[in-house]
Nanobody, 112 residues
């Protein structure tokens, strides 16, 4: 089974950028639909972006036009390029594979 580990989170000012990475173990990464979700305490989990095994992409309405999801199957890595960050983007960001396997998450904090 694939295992996932996120990295790249941190503290950034509003208007800034961050690039999250999700490194996957195992040889079947290319077969999974991969996604980024985010979680804020007291709120429902929010879908940020999904990229299918065929590279079809869907973005959540809150991030469309600002975030870009990418996958590098050769490196078994999923990315999330986050630009024009807003304080409301502050959350723990998780990657998942086929909505079945989740990483431990990485904190993103955007200051006003």
């Amino acid at each position: 089974q694939v295992q996932l580990v996120e990295s790249g989170g941190g503290l950034v000012q509003a208007g800034g950028s961050l690039r999250l990475s999700c490194a996957a173990s195992g040889r079947t990464f290319s077969r999974y639909a991969m996604a980024w979700y985010r979680r804020v305490p007291g709120k429902m989990d929010e879908m940020v972006a999904v990229i299918s095994e065929y590279r079809g992409i869907t973005y959540g309405s809150a991030v469309r036009g600002r975030f870009t999801i990418l996958r590098d199957n050769a490196k078994r890595t999923l990315y999330l390029q986050m630009d024009s960050l807003k304080p409301e983007d502050t959350a723990v960001y998780y990657c998942n594979a086929d909505m079945k396997v989740w990483g431990p998450g990485t904190q993103v904090t955007v200051s006003a």
